[in-house]
């Protein structure tokens, strides 16, 4: 089917799918939940052969999507018209379904970054046509088939092949109603850009470099553990992972050793183990851009604290850098295993050092506190702020970010009302 047709099919399919009641939706996103906890093993095999992520990872990413999956198949409709006091015989909103909405989306976590946005665009009434990275090409067609598999319509969720190039001309044909990317900023505001000229609705998850706070009151131990896995799951893959890790001056003496200590348990292997903590890089020109950003740190006076050393075209031993106020590095994202310390003299110093750069997606920030933590809920720029723990993204609560990390909310009750108009009804 070439690609007008699979897009004049996604049209035809949300005529018919915006009809079907919501528990009905609901009922074949239980069937998708029990596939993929089903075939967990086979999808997550497939992930790692496409962009490398430690097998142990792949099938714990397809897990969580089963888990999302769930969730929306049990959430309240909140959808449904809802009726205002006014002084009129009728006064409702309705929220209706936008229609074919192109998703946009990246490598790094092949299978949830493009379910979290499909189901509750689906479960509103939506029909899905995906761009996946080219590199997950086999993920994008596996999502496809688990959709037909678990009864959903021919044309509910579609895999475009398509590069680059052509986005550009699908977003633009009169049959997309919106868009949602994950990805860079650079591609993010292209996107946006064409979206916006055509008058369709955009949706944006974009790069981070969060802050991973450390004070003197918190759990060393539990902060340190936290904090390598927060920088090396994925191989730091993560728009969201911690990239920053802000201590507190006065323990830094204490609190870094036993960080490293935890940050060198992660080390290279074969991503096919199960008991493989950190495998290679997606792709060898990630690990050339990473390498590069790293000798443009250390040239503009980072401290080496543990060397970035690159062991294979895509593997590295994870390194660690001090970072001053005023490197260039701090204006990018680092994607990949390289972490970044800074030293704050005291909670303002570290808030100031948090918001002073152009993202603002997750902040973590580690103290027993409670007015402390306060400080930093009310006061760190970003879409999220963790307490005691890394950031990770849950089903049950928006995750979107602030600033260049772009706008709009997936995951949660609020991504239902994304891709959809809210209708106002009223009169005698």
Known sequence: MNLNNKLAAAHQTFEEWRKIPFPQKQKLLIKLAALLEKDAEKFGKNITRE????????????????????????????LKPEKIKTEFRVSEIHYVPLGVILGVMPWNFPFWQVLRFAVPAILAGNTVVLKHASIC???GKMIEKAFLDAGFPKGVFQNLEIGHAEVKSVLENPLIKGVSLTGSEKAGAEVASIAGKNIKKSLLELGG????IVLDDANFQKAAESGAKARLANCGQACNAGKRFIIQKNIEKDFLPVFIK??????????MKKETNLSGMARPDLADELEKQYKKAVKNGAEIILPLERISDTQFKPGLIKVKTGNPILREELFGPLGMVMIAKNDEDALKLANDIPFGLANAVWTKNKKRQQFFIENLESGTVSLNKETSSDPRLPFGGAKSSGYGTELSMIALKEFVTAKTVVGN
């Open 51 to 78: 962009m490398n992520k430690p097998i142990s990872q792949s099938i714990a990413e397809i897990k969580k999507c089963a888990l999302m999956a769930r969730y929306y198949a049990e959430a309240e409709n909140i």
């Open 262 to 271: 935890e940050y060198q348990k992660f080390a290279p292997g074969n991503p």
């Open 137 to 139: 090409f086999g993920s």
């Open 209 to 212: 470099s969060d802050a991973f």
